[in-house]
Structures are given as C-alpha cells and as structure tokens.
C-alpha cells in the first residue's frame, strides 16, 4: 500500500526532501510546474492559458508554470493576487521576476480575467495553507471563474478548500470548481469525500521526486491503494494445490425472496479461488442455488423453510472460514442465527459479516456481545451509522468505521466509490480503482464472496478485506469495459473476477 499524509506532514516530507537532497525550496516548485506543465500538454491540444496565481507557493507553482508553457509556446495570460496581507513568499517573488523578464503581459491586480471559448483556466491561487474561508477580491474572482463554463485545472486542490479542518460544512462557502485537481505526490483526504467531488472533478497524483527515505521515515495512518500495490499480496498457488488445500469456505446466506444473494456471494466465492464451499441456506433456496452454482455443497436448513434456523449439521462443515448475511432476513431468526455462528466458529476460523448479519449484530453488540477476533465487517454507510450513530458527513463516518474497528479489535470495510478498509490498529487504507457501474445491487454480496474465499485461502482478515476490496473493484472496471457501467450487474462483477485476477498476476 502506498503512504499519504495529513497535509500539515506533507510540508515536513518537503522540507526534509530539500536537506536529503541538497536543493533548494525553489528546484521543489520547478518540478512540480514540470509535472504541471507535462500532464497539461499530454491532455491538452496548445490552447490558451489562463493562470490565477496567489500571493503563496501555491501562487508559485503556477507561475513557474506559466514561463513553461511560454517556452512551448503556448498562449499564457497570468493574473496575480496578492491576498489580504499584500506580500508574496520569496518562490512566488522568484517566479514572478522571471516572467517579468519574459514576452508577457502580467496582470498583478486579479479582478475578471478574460477567459476566451475553450481556454484552460489554471487556479493556482491558494493551496493547502488556506486556513480561512475565501472573501474580498479572491472570493469574487473564484465566483467569476465558477460562472464561466470553461475548464479549471486546480493545483494541488480547489482554492478555497484548504486543509482537513475545513472539510465539512462546504456549501456556504467560496471554492473553485475544478474539472481536474492535479495533486503533488499524494492524494489528499479530500479527494475520498464524495461531498467534495463537485470541487475537485477528476484528481491526478504527479510524481515531483519527494524524498523516498523522507517519506519512509514519516509516520501515517493513511494508506491507498492501486491495482499494482494490491496485486503484491496476492500469494502464488502451490502446483500441487488441490481443493482439500485451497480453503473450505462455510456461508450462511438467502431467506425467501433472497436467493440471488446467496446465489451471489457464493458464485464469488467460488471464482475467488478457494478448494470448498459449502453454502447454508433456507429450503426455499436450495433449488435456485444448487442450479445456479453447481460447484458449491449446500446445506437446506431444516424447520422453517423461508429462513435459516440453527441446527448441529451447520457444524460439520470442517470451514477454514466463515461469511453470514446476505439476504439473511432481518428478523429473529438471523439474529440467533449470528450469535450461534459467533459462538461455534469465532476465534477458530475468521469471520465476514455483511448486510442483514450487520442488522442483527447491531441487536447483539446492544446486548453486550463482544466481537471474537478475527472478524471482518463490510458496512455499507447507512449500515455503518446503523452500528454506531447517524452522521451527515462522510469524514465522520470514516472517523467511526475506525473507531469500530479499533473498539472491537476487527477489520471494518466502509463500502462506497473509495472503499476503505479500517484495520484494528488504527490504519485506514483507500482503493482508488472500481466505477460508478458498482452501483447495483447484490454487488456487496459479491464482495462478501470474494472476502470469504480469501479468508478460507489463509489469508489474514486484513488483508483479505484489503485485496478483496481491490479484486472486486478491478473485476468492476473490466466489466464497465465489457458492458458498460450503465448496463452492469453484480452478475458481471463476479464473472469477470477472473479477469481481474489476470490483471494482478501481470504486474508480477
């Protein structure tokens, strides 16, 4: 997994890039406007450039990237902003000098710049030291450029955003909306909030050659991840495997009305690489799911025959893992149900919980129960707030998905557009991969397949909700290819996780 920091570390990674190094601040801001400059002209025919640049570093990296796009010969207007306090850093007044020297004609009093049909309007006017909310000239300049129906390329991110304090509570305030945010070697926390999207458009992370041991050294509890990073944990089959060897897995799934769930989730499972699946399901579901999936055992719950009911034949199963819940029903039943697969199988093998086994454990965790190790929970965000407490902010939501995890000793998957996984130590990792074409249903019971099958492989909680996250979400993009986000069903999700374990393997 790759690092990313709060942004008040960022500038401590900065500045002991520049004493490894032996550079100075300024060669830092010349090769973020060469990356700037670079990603601008591989996404961009020559046009004209607009840029906003601020009285900071920020304000800098933008006028180093002016002077470079000049020497493309490109089209640059550049219009200056001195903010309240009148003064500009000592890069800002380097970079400004050099394009005073420059065939330019710089505007150094911002009001409404001159944004002619398909120019590229540059914001680099304040960065990630913002600790204000934007007003005066700034504020109408932002205001302006929001007006116009043109494209805004945010550097580092939106101006008027600033650092996580102001992540919340958005809407009344003065922001750039950007088409592209282009971020200097790490996302930023921003850019998992799907209230801030409207911001932040598209974000790019560019390489400006930080200090490798500078940020080795760096402490963080914040992680990402890619589909390269993700295919490292993926462990090489034994020739000699056989299905005794791969993992049995033990799912309690389906109710009446609910077998596709349990149909899905078990397919998962199966294309997710484990030896056996042995699925417990109602007796109402025992023909759609026998027929569907053919490769898993199943056992008919005995009694009633639209919901499981426990009985001592669910123990027989020798299950390297287990996973409870989808389509479970949400009554009684599933309630019991959970706590005697708790009490029989917890801290023996690892256990998934998804959906309706999240409903019932909210009824058992009210109860007193206490979580047994080795458990993974894949919440979506009204299920999380379900096991905790309303929210009305995705950052606080992240904050309690953590907390949960810390609090019960488990691993806590918070589903959405960026899945993160929150381990019990207090780390939290983001996928980046995965599209909007997820957005169906039965797609987290394939999720909850995928895991379990992991976790009846050996792999530890963790890391089997991490890579799963990531296999499911490559699955996901290879389906959009194949059929379109629009067109998508959990179905294809699970038909092509062999494509995305295809897409792993070939980074090894």
């Not at 120019?119 to 990630?128: C, E, K, S, Y």
């Not at 944990?233 to 009446?256: C, I, N, V, W, Y």
């Not at 077998?259 to 579901?285: D, K, Q």
Request: glycine letters at 8%; a negative charge; charged letters at 20%.
């Amino acid at each position: 997994m790759k690092k990313f920091f709060p942004i008040y570390d960022i500038k401590d990674i900065d500045r002991r890039t520049t004493e490894l190094q032996g550079i100075e601040y300024i060669q830092l801001i010349d090769r973020a406007a060469r990356a700037l400059c670079e990603w601008i002209v591989d996404h961009y025919t020559r046009r004209r450039v607009v840029v906003l640049a601020g009285p900071g570093n920020n304000g800098a990296d933008g006028l180093a990237l002016a002077a470079l796009l000049l020497d493309k010969e490109w089209l640059v207007d550049v219009h200056t902003y001195t903010g309240h306090k009148g003064f500009r850093s000592e890069c800002n007044e380097v970079c400004l000098e050099r394009l005073r020297n420059a065939e330019i004609v710089i505007d150094e009093n911002v009001g409404e710049p001159d944004i002619s049909q398909g120019a590229i309007v540059v914001d680099a006017l304040f960065g990630t030291g913002l600790k204000r909310d934007l007003d005066g000239p700034a504020a109408d300049v932002v205001r302006y450029v929001n007006s116009h129906q043109c494209e805004v390329v945010s550097v580092d991110i939106p101006s008027g955003l600033g650092n996580e304090d102001s992540y919340v509570e958005t809407e009344s305030r003065t922001i750039v909306k950007a088409a592209h945010t282009l971020s200097f070697q790490f996302p930023k926390m921003a850019f998992f909030l799907p209230e801030l999207t409207t911001y932040m458009g598209k974000w790019h992370v560019l390489d400006i050659k930080l200090s490798a041991q500078a940020i080795d050294e760096a402490p963080t509890f914040m992680y990402y991840s890619t589909n390269a990073e993700a295919a490292k944990m993926l462990r090489p089959r034994s020739r000699f495997a056989h299905k005794g060897t791969m993992g049995h897995a033990l799912l309690f799934a389906g109710s009446e009305g609910m077998s596709g769930a349990a149909v899905l989730a078990s397919r998962a499972c199966i294309r997710g690489g484990c030896g056996l699946l042995t699925t417990v399901c109602p007796e109402r579901c025992y023909v759609p799911l026998q027929s569907a999936v053919p490769e898993a055992m199943c056992i008919p719950a005995r009694g009633r025959v639209d919901v499981i009911e426990w009985d001592d034949r669910m123990t027989a199963p020798r299950a390297s893992a287990v996973g409870i819940g989808p389509g479970l029903g949400r009554g009684a039943a599933a309630c019991d149900l959970l706590r005697r697969v708790l009490e029989e199988f917890g801290g023996r093998v690892p256990i998934v919980i998804d959906a309706d086994g999240l409903f019932a454990l909210r009824q058992l965790l009210d109860d007193g129960l206490e979580l047994p190790s080795g458990v993974v929970l894949t919440p979506h965000p009204v299920e999380l707030d379900r096991l905790t407490e309303p929210h009305s902010e995705t950052v606080e939501r992240i904050e309690a998905a953590c907390m949960l995890a810390l609090r019960h000793h488990c691993t806590v998957v918070l589903k959405g557009a960026f899945s993160m996984t929150a381990m019990p130590d207090g780390c939290r990792v983001f996928n980046t991969t995965g599209n909007s074409g997820m957005a169906t249903a039965g797609s987290g019971d394939v999720l909850t397949g995928v895991i379990l099958s992991l976790l009846a492989q050996g792999y530890q909680p963790s890391e089997a909700a991490m890579l799963g996250v990531a296999l499911h979400a490559a699955a996901g993009d290879e389906a959009a290819a194949d059929v379109s986000p629009e067109a998508m069903t959990s179905a294809d999700i699970a038909s092509h996780l062999g494509a995305a374990f295809k897409l792993f393997h070939s980074f090894s």
